[in-house]
């Protein structure tokens, strides 16, 4: 396949992102000078778990980029379970803050269940609460996961209706898998969620029009495993040593090399999924910000 060939198949995640903060940053820009408000985001991160502090790092750089406030705490790593639900309390009730992101994972003497309920659903920016998971699950809006949200954007971008395709799913998180098959679902796919039981999964996927992996095992899905002209969502993050010697680099769940053969379109890891997670963070925050004041939701 020539680079043009493969060019034309990308989904650029990247760019779709950047699209998307900047519409954040004019909604933003225009609530503050319609309504003086501006909007607040906390991180609350317990440790020092390199990849969580890289996250917030860029999660926290992002929402001043886009005119919002950034704050939150880091707290240290034996920190008690009763001290992080009297800060997530301190932050619900404190009224510059709109959203409230707790990173996962926390430490074990933490029951993470414990944490996410305790959150404002209202500030829910992750949709993680029950309450939240509920409205999702029953199509009757609340806060959507960011990474699926940010999948089902760019299936619309690219496929406009989704309407009777097949949509397989494969891996049944919380954070990904199962919002995931309720927002396709609800975009009136036919939907299966294939997980680490499924018999026969290549036979599976071969029905996919629309396939999401979300698995977290390199390169798993193979390139037969894809039905022509497939649109293929990667949203696997997987570390594997590179080919320079003690380097790694990232690849997706997904055989890229065989699959882009294959597929009508396809995420590229990085560079696809990856960036729409914060982008969706920093919109779902706008979003809260807007409901918590009785005013108008931009569609974005
Ligand atoms: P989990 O580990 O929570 O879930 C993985 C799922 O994959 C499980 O449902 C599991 O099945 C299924 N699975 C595991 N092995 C197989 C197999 N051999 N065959 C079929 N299914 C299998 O992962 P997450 O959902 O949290 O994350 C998945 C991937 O997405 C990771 O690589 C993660 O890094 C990445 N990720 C990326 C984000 C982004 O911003 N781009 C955000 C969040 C995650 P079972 O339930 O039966 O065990």
């Known amino acids: 396949m020539s680079d043009a060939e493969i060019a034309e198949k990308l989904i650029d995640g990247k760019g779709f992102a950047a699209g998307l903060r900047a519409r954040v940053t004019e909604e933003t820009a225009e609530l503050k000078a319609a309504h003086g408000i501006v909007p607040g985001l906390a991180a609350v991160l317990v440790g020092e778990d390199p990849a969580s502090q890289v996250y917030v790092r860029n999660k926290n750089k992002q929402t001043v980029e886009a005119g ?3 704050l939150g705490e880091t707290l240290p790593v034996d920190t008690s379970q009763t001290d992080l ?3 997530i309390d301190k932050l619900n009730k404190d009224p510059a803050v709109n959203g409230i992101l707790v990173q996962l994972p926390l430490p074990d003497q933490i029951d993470p269940h414990a944490v996410i309920d305790a959150i404002d659903p209202a500030k829910d920016v992750d949709g993680f609460h029950l309450r939240n998971v509920g409205l999702l ?3 009757r ?6 990474t699926p949200l940010g999948c089902l954007m760019m299936l619309k971008d690219r496929l406009g209706d989704l309407t009777g395709l097949n949509a397989v799913i494969v891996g049944r998180s919380n954070i990904v898998g ?3 098959a309720q927002l396709l679902l609800s975009a009136n796919c036919t939907v299966t969620i294939a997980h680490s039981h499924t018999a026969d999964l290549p036979a599976v996927c071969r029905e996919a029009d629309i ?3 979300a698995v977290g095992r390199p390169q798993m899905i193979k390139g037969d495993w894809i039905k022509p002209g497939a649109t293929v969502i990667d949203v696997g993050i997987n570390r594997v040593p590179a080919a320079e010697e003690g380097k790694m680099r990232l690849v997706g769940d997904v055989a890229f090399d065989d699959a882009v053969k294959i597929a009508g379109a396809i995420t590229p890891v990085p560079g696809g999924v990856g960036p729409m997670t914060i982008a969706c963070l920093l919109r779902n925050t706008l979003v809260a910000a807007c409901i918590q004041n009785g005013i108008d939701v931009p569609d974005i």
């Open 68 to 70: 919002m406030n950034s």
């Open 85 to 87: 639900l009297a800060e």
């Open 137 to 139: 699950a029953t199509g």
């Open 141 to 146: 809006g609340g806060m959507v996961p960011c």
């Open 178 to 180: 199962k919002p995931m």
């Open 211 to 213: 396939l999401v992996a």
